[in-house]
Each structure stands twice: as C-alpha cells, then as structure tokens.
C-alpha cells in the first residue's frame, strides 16, 4: 500500500532536520517518493542553463550520475521545466524518453510506460525536476494531486536546503555574495566540474575547496591524465581571485631558450627576434592566478629566477634592468617525483618546498572505484551528442571490464577508450536509436609484460661493470624502452600500452634518453 502522504510528510520533514549529508538527504527523499508512488525509476536533476544534472537517482544504471542532459536534445524534459506543476506524459507519448536503455529492470527501448515529471521551484525559479517512470502503462493514473503537490513542494525544500546548506559550507572561506554562484557552480553546472563519489575524491574536493580560499601556493601531483589542470580551474574558481585571469603555461613544451621570456617577458631587441616587447606570463596573470603545468620540467636556470618571484613578487623582463612588482598565486603541476628530483639535482631543493606550501594528490582512476562509471556516463552522454546518436549505454559486461582495467592512461584514456567504442558501434549500427557498448568494442584488456626480465639479460652486474646506479639506471631503461619499440615496430603508442605508462610520459623518457626511431623502424640510442 503506499505511504499515507501525512506520513510521508512527516518523514521527509524529519530528514530535512535531521545532520545528514545531501547524498543521504536526496536518497531518503527518493525513497521516501518510492513508498508513496509505486514506481521503477526516480530521479532528482538539478536545473542550471539549459541543462539538467542529475543528483540522486534509484533504479537506472550507475553511469545516469555522470551525465548531462540538454534540454534542447531532450524533448521530455524540457517539457517538465516548462511546466509549472506536476507533468504527467501519456503512456503511448512518442516523444523519446531519455532514460531508454538505462532502466536496471529493463533492456532496450522503454516500451509502453507510465512517465511523470515534477518541477521544483524556488522563489519562482526552476532549480531542479524530479522523473518518476513506471513499466505498468497506468501506474500514475490515480494519484491524487495534492499527494503530488506535496511531494513537489517537500523535493524543492530538500533540494533547496542542500543549496543551503553548501553556502554555509563555503562561507568561511568566501564573501557571501560570492558564494551562492560558487555553490550554483559545484552542484549544478557543467563544464570544469570534478566527478566522482570515492572517499578519495570527496578528500580531494574538500582539500580544494580549503585552500582555494587562500593565497597559498599549491603543487597539484599525479600521473598523466588524473585531471590536474581540471583542479587548478576549479580551485582559481572558488577563490577570491576568481574575476582575475587564470593563466595557464605547459613548461615542458618550450625550448630552454624561450622559458624565461614566457614567464617573465621581454623588451624589444631583448634579443634576436624581439622585434617587439612582449608581456610574459606574470604579466598576464597579474592580480589573478598562474598554473604552471609540467612545473618539474623547468631547466635549473630558471627555477632560480621563478624562486625570487615566489620569494619577492618581483619579475625582470629580459633586457629590462628595472624589476616589476606582481601580485600572483601560484598553482603549479607534475608529474614527476619531485623529492627525487631534488636528490638527483635535477630540482632545486629551496622552490621545491616554496611549491609544497599546500600538495594536493590526484588519485590515479584505478583508485577511485566505481568513479569510473560515473565518468562513463559523462563521456557517453556527451560522446552520444558529437555522434548524433540518440542514447549510448553500457552493456553489464563493459561496465566489469571498466571497472577491472587498470587504465595507464587514466581519465583521458578513459576518455578515448568510450569515444572509440562509440565510432565502432555507431558503424555497426547506424540506424539503432539505442547503441550499446560491449566489452569486446572497448578493447581493453589486462596488459601483456614486455618480456620476461631473464629475455633482457638484465643483471647490471654482468653488463654494465663500474657504473653509478644512476647511470645503470638509465642503461637498463634505454634497453626495456629499445626493446619495447622493437616489438612495438617503431609504435609509440603501442610500446607505451607494452610498457604500462602514457604515451606522452615515454616519449618525453625516450628523448631524455637519446632514444630515436628511424624512418626504418630503427631504434637507436646513445
């Protein structure tokens, strides 16, 4: 029998009051719609710019949390935002449903079904809808519509409570003027948004936003791939510097001879070239905040020099005698280790630790768990809308592979993993209005070893006599990666899976040391 809706109301209230965290307080919420309105599916969105982001849902697949839903591309769901009180679609309505395909207890096209949809508003704004669908065509037919009215009304509380309760989280940290578009920004828009659900990235969000609100320098740290330039935005975002630039520099794709211009700039016939004098990066980034990326592939001769400016805020363009006074926060990138590369000499032990004022560490995405479903329904959602393909799902089978891979590559090799499979199964089937994506169309597998260590003779006692271990090292490194190119016939990207590391991180290895592939296919190193 459904819940009496004085009873409901009495218990959503009771949540409402209730210290429990906005996960706990939407799924109550759905559950407690579930005991009044029989139904398979339901599913709370939050609405900002023309989109829907879902927050909480019960009964469709996993993925459903990590999309997005554009309401010019969703026909149903701009119809509920365009409503002002409960939607109820009829049961033969041809307008597609965009939960087709994700339904747990159903495969396939919905077939005829009950679908109700409930805007929720907030001093006259729209601020989220609430579906509910139901595989019995008549399931909604006789609600009253006050018991619907109430659950209207009890959904834009909670929904609007969290909003509530998350500006008072941040306004510690920042103005309260600033904080209600910060906080529409965390829960509801996309573009620049970190997601993921594992305690290791609600640890990462809650270090963000900590140290966003001050000026400390931060070191973001991780493999290739985990996101590092995605928490440099948001945390410029949630700071007080969020009106000011963000400047963005990838130190490890200039040449020596240009790095210090690019950060510091120069005056005209500073050099040659100079025709003309050119702001550097810190003049940029004035007032706002600079990212240095790849920070740890700076050349010594400059890490002294961005050092005075972390010390003193004073930059000298090239061919300037007199300083400039800058006013900028420092976020820089690796993903190096750069403890090591202090022991090593190849970074200065002083900007090291002026870096480390505040370390963040992004976890690889085989760490994150179920995260990577998550992240699958965001890629798929926004894949399905390059491909102009009208719903793109997860068959069981791919998401075990997912979440059983060890991805190298992390969330960018997630990434292209869902774009591939997507271009394959859109070829197979290019008239199917749901396409699905199998294990088999992912192509992901565990990763087959190079060779065997006795198949390299790998003792450096044997081969590599009177040598440092530095220097052995990097011998028994330029045989694994010639060795690896070798079965790979020259293929950077094939001998990178061969060797378990991204593609960028071997050839960036490769060319520190002096390893080469010939037109020929030859591999050469000094």
Same mark, same amino acid.
């Given at each position: 029998?459904? #819940?009496?809706?004085?009873? @409901?109301?009495?218990?959503?209230?009771?949540?409402?009051?209730?210290?429990?965290?906005?996960?706990?307080?939407?799924?109550?919420?759905?559950?407690?719609?579930?005991?009044?309105?029989?139904?398979?599916? =339901?599913?709370?969105?939050?609405?900002?710019?023309?989109?829907?982001?879902?927050?909480?849902?019960?009964?469709?697949?996993?993925?459903?949390?990590?999309?997005?839903?554009?309401?010019?591309?969703?026909?149903?769901?701009?119809?509920?935002?365009?409503?002002?009180?409960?939607? #109820?679609?009829?049961?033969?309505?041809?307008?597609?449903?965009?939960?087709?395909?994700?339904?747990?207890?159903?495969?396939?096209?919905?077939?005829?079904?009950?679908?109700?949809? #409930?805007?929720?508003?907030?001093?006259?704004?729209?601020?989220? =809808?609430?579906?509910?669908?139901?595989?019995?065509?008549?399931?909604?037919?006789?609600?009253?519509?006050?018991?619907?009215?109430?659950?209207?009304?009890?959904?834009?509380?909670?929904?609007?409570?969290?909003?509530?309760?998350?500006?008072?989280?941040?306004?510690?940290?920042?103005?309260?003027?600033?904080?209600?578009?910060? *906080?529409?920004?965390?829960?509801?828009?996309? $573009?620049?948004?970190?997601?993921?659900?594992?305690?290791?990235?609600?640890?990462?969000?809650?270090?963000?936003?900590?140290?966003?609100?001050?000026?400390?320098?931060?070191?973001? *740290? $991780?493999?290739?791939?985990? $996101?590092?330039?995605? =928490?440099?935005?948001?945390?410029?975002?949630?700071?007080?510097?969020?009106?000011?630039?963000?400047?963005?520099?990838?130190?490890?794709?200039?040449?020596?001879?240009?790095?210090?211009?690019?950060?510091?700039? +120069?005056?005209?016939?500073?050099?040659?070239?100079?025709?003309?004098?050119?702001? $550097?990066?810190?003049?940029?980034?004035?007032?706002? *905040?600079?990212?240095?990326?790849?920070?740890?592939? @700076?050349?010594?001769?400059?890490?002294?020099?961005?050092?005075?400016?972390?010390?003193?805020?004073?930059?000298?363009?090239?061919?300037?005698?007199?300083?400039?006074?800058?006013?900028?926060?420092?976020?820089?990138?690796?993903?190096?280790?750069?403890?090591?590369? =202090?022991?090593?000499?190849?970074?200065?032990?002083?900007? /090291?630790?002026?870096?480390?004022?505040?370390?963040? +560490?992004?976890?690889?995405?085989?760490?994150?768990?179920?995260?990577?479903?998550?992240?699958?329904?965001?890629?798929?959602?926004?894949?399905?809308?390059?491909?102009?393909?009208?719903?793109?799902?997860?068959?069981?089978?791919?998401?075990?592979?997912?979440?059983? /891979?060890?991805?190298?590559?992390?969330?960018?090799?997630?990434?292209?993993?869902?774009?591939?499979?997507?271009?394959?199964?859109?070829?197979?089937?290019?008239?199917?209005?749901?396409?699905?994506?199998?294990?088999?169309?992912?192509?992901?597998?565990?990763?087959?070893?190079?060779?065997? #260590?006795?198949?390299?003779?790998?003792?450096?006692?044997?081969?590599?006599?009177?040598?440092?271990?530095?220097?052995?090292?990097?011998?028994?490194?330029?045989?694994?990666?010639?060795?690896?190119?070798?079965?790979?016939?020259?293929?950077?990207? +094939?001998?990178?899976?061969? @060797?378990?590391?991204?593609?960028?991180?071997?050839?960036?290895?490769?060319?520190?040391?002096?390893?080469?592939?010939?037109?020929?296919?030859?591999?050469?190193?000094?």
């Amino acid at each position: 029998m459904p #819940l009496n809706s004085h009873h @409901l109301l009495v218990e959503v209230a009771l949540d409402l009051a209730n210290s429990l965290n906005t996960g706990d307080r939407f799924d109550r919420l759905l559950g407690s719609i579930r005991k009044a309105i029989a139904c398979d599916a =339901v599913v709370l969105l939050g609405f900002r710019d023309d989109m829907l982001t879902p927050l909480a849902m019960q009964g469709l697949s996993s993925d459903v949390l990590g999309r997005r839903f554009l309401l010019k591309e969703h026909p149903r769901l701009q119809r509920i935002c365009d409503s002002s009180k409960p939607l #109820l679609f009829a049961n033969d309505c041809d307008l597609p449903d965009p939960y087709d395909g994700l339904l747990v207890s159903q495969l396939g096209n919905l077939p005829i079904h009950s679908c109700m949809g #409930l805007p929720l508003y907030s001093d006259d704004q729209l601020i989220g =809808v609430v579906t509910l669908d139901s595989l019995n065509a008549h399931a909604f037919d006789d609600i009253e519509l006050k018991t619907l009215e109430l659950i209207t009304a009890l959904s834009a509380a909670t929904l609007k409570t969290a909003l509530e309760f998350k500006k008072l989280e941040l306004s510690a940290h920042h103005a309260q003027e600033v904080v209600k578009e910060l *906080t529409q920004e965390a829960l509801l828009k996309d $573009g620049g948004e970190i997601i993921g659900q594992s305690p290791v990235m609600q640890a990462l969000k809650n270090n963000i936003e900590l140290v966003s609100g001050s000026n400390f320098t931060v070191l973001i *740290t $991780g493999e290739t791939g985990v $996101g590092k330039e995605l =928490v440099a935005r948001k945390i410029h975002q949630l700071s007080d510097r969020k009106t000011a630039p963000l400047v963005y520099l990838n130190c490890a794709s200039l040449p020596e001879s240009l790095v210090e211009s690019e950060l510091f700039g +120069h005056t005209k016939g500073a050099f040659t070239g100079a025709d003309k004098a050119r702001a $550097g990066k810190f003049q940029l980034a004035n007032g706002g *905040t600079l990212f240095l990326d790849e920070v740890g592939e @700076l050349p010594l001769s400059t890490q002294s020099k961005l050092l005075r400016v972390l010390q003193s805020g004073e930059i000298q363009p090239v061919g300037q005698d007199k300083v400039e006074h800058v006013d900028v926060r420092i976020i820089a990138a690796t993903n190096r280790n750069l403890e090591k590369e =202090v022991e090593n000499e190849q970074f200065r032990s002083d900007l /090291y630790h002026r870096l480390m004022v505040y370390p963040i +560490h992004l976890p690889s995405l085989k760490d994150r768990g179920d995260d990577v479903l998550l992240l699958a329904g965001y890629f798929l959602e926004r894949i399905s809308r390059q491909l102009n393909i009208r719903q793109l799902r997860l068959t069981s089978e791919a998401n075990t592979s997912l979440l059983n /891979y060890s991805w190298p590559g992390n969330v960018r090799e997630l990434e292209h993993v869902i774009s591939r499979a997507a271009l394959r199964a859109k070829a197979a089937s290019p008239h199917q209005a749901i396409v699905s994506l199998t294990s088999e169309l992912l192509e992901i597998t565990a990763d087959k070893p190079v060779s065997s #260590l006795a198949e390299l003779d790998t003792n450096p006692t044997n081969n590599l006599p009177n040598m440092s271990l530095k220097a052995a090292t990097e011998a028994f490194q330029k045989r694994v990666i010639a060795h690896a190119l070798q079965q790979a016939e020259g293929n950077w990207a +094939h001998a990178a899976k061969q @060797l378990q590391m991204d593609r960028s991180n071997l050839i960036r290895m490769a060319k520190r040391l002096n390893i080469t592939v010939q037109k020929n296919t030859q591999i050469t190193f000094n």
